[in-house]
């Protein structure tokens, strides 16, 4: 992904923009998101409540840790779900015959959707990410990480990010192929969710199943930001997380970049 410093911003920017006035003229659409989140809070954090009065034991942290993890996975769907990523909107323009046009921008396409995808990842960050922890951490009891902890968070967010992208492009990339990704979407949507940790920390997962997710990247996008976040994953432990992010938006971006010179090779052979 290369362009001038100068282009890559005023990009960003511009896509930014773009995204506010798209939330702000589908007021109702927002708020029915906005209403979600708070739902889905409300009933996972009664789940592990109900659980806990059980087995006190039953994730092997404290309730307050456990609930603050799940809310933390439902406010963090809003920019980590695929649904926001720029597979459907290459997929709609391969079926209007129009991505050559994207293609051939003068602007490298994966950097191109990139900025789009980040443009309308801000806005949803801002406008229903924080608010929605803000009033979790009233509402719903959500722990305020340590200082470390809280860079750790971070810094695995932003890897967090770029790897779900790095995934939603290749599912883009294939729908220059297949044209219609939609079932293949649902699958991986499907794993997504069940291997990322997002609802049940991996940690809990028995045998087979722990070792599947290890090897997977899909905790890459949510078991390993929240688990530092609420400090299951601190000191070396959260260095190796991190380093186990990082070395899988290094393998994802080359084969990203593998499966594209390729797939347009193949678009440019037939014609597009």
């Given at each position: 992904?290369k362009a001038?410093?100068?282009?890559?911003l005023?990009?960003?920017?511009?896509?930014?923009?773009?995204?506010?006035?798209?939330?702000s003229?589908?007021?109702?659409?927002?708020?029915?998101?906005?209403?979600?989140t708070?739902?889905?809070?409300?009933?996972?954090?009664?789940?592990?409540?109900?659980?806990?009065?059980?087995?006190?034991?039953?994730?092997?942290?404290?309730?307050?840790?456990?609930?603050?993890?799940?809310?933390?996975?439902?406010?963090?769907?809003?920019?980590?779900?695929?649904?926001?990523?720029?597979?459907?909107?290459?997929?709609?323009?391969?079926?209007?015959?129009?991505?050559?046009m994207?293609?051939?921008?003068?602007i490298?396409?994966?950097?191109?959707?990139?900025?789009?995808?980040?443009?309308?990842?801000?806005?949803?960050?801002?406008?229903?990410?924080?608010?929605?922890?803000?009033?979790?951490?009233f509402?719903?009891?959500?722990?305020?990480?340590?200082?470390?902890?809280?860079?750790?968070?971070?810094?695995?967010?932003?890897?967090?990010?770029?790897?779900?992208?790095?995934?939603?492009?290749?599912?883009?990339?294939?729908?220059?192929?297949?044209?219609?990704?939609?079932n293949?979407?649902?699958?991986?949507?499907?794993?997504l969710?069940?291997?990322?940790?997002?609802?049940?920390?991996?940690?809990?997962?028995?045998?087979i199943?722990?070792?599947?997710?290890?090897?997977?990247?899909?905790?890459?996008?949510?078991?390993?930001?929240?688990?530092?976040?609420?400090?299951?994953?601190?000191?070396m432990?959260?260095?190796?997380?991190l380093?186990?992010?990082?070395?899988?938006?290094?393998?994802?971006?080359?084969f990203?970049?593998?499966?594209?010179?390729?797939?347009?090779?193949?678009?440019?052979?037939?014609?597009?």
């Amino acid at each position: 992904m290369k362009a001038g410093s100068g282009m890559d911003l005023r990009t960003g920017a511009a896509f930014m923009r773009n995204e506010f006035y798209n939330i702000s003229i589908y007021r109702v659409s927002f708020w029915l998101k906005f209403i979600y989140t708070f739902l889905m809070m409300y009933s996972v954090g009664y789940v592990w409540r109900a659980l806990y009065a059980s087995n006190p034991d039953a994730a092997g942290v404290s309730l307050s840790q456990m609930i603050s993890y799940a809310v933390l996975g439902v406010a963090l769907e809003a920019i980590l779900h695929p649904r926001n990523g720029p597979q459907f909107y290459i997929m709609e323009q391969v079926r209007k015959g129009a991505i050559e046009m994207d293609i051939m921008k003068p602007i490298d396409f994966q950097f191109y959707m990139f900025a789009k995808n980040m443009g309308g990842l801000a806005v949803r960050f801002l406008f229903l990410v924080l608010p929605s922890l803000i009033a979790a951490y009233f509402l719903f009891s959500l722990e305020l990480p340590g200082r470390q902890a809280f860079v750790g968070f971070l810094c695995s967010l932003v890897c967090s990010v770029i790897i779900s992208f790095f995934l939603n492009f290749i599912l883009g990339l294939l729908s220059m192929i297949t044209m219609d990704i939609k079932n293949i979407n649902w699958g991986y949507n499907a794993v997504l969710r069940f291997f990322s940790g997002q609802m049940v920390p991996l940690w809990i997962f028995p045998g087979i199943l722990g070792v599947i997710s290890d090897i997977l990247p899909f905790r890459c996008i949510y078991a390993i930001p929240m688990s530092i976040y609420i400090g299951n994953d601190a000191g070396m432990d959260m260095l190796g997380a991190l380093g186990v992010q990082v070395v899988w938006i290094f393998l994802l971006f080359v084969f990203s970049r593998l499966l594209m010179r390729r797939v347009f090779a193949r678009v440019m052979i037939q014609g597009g």
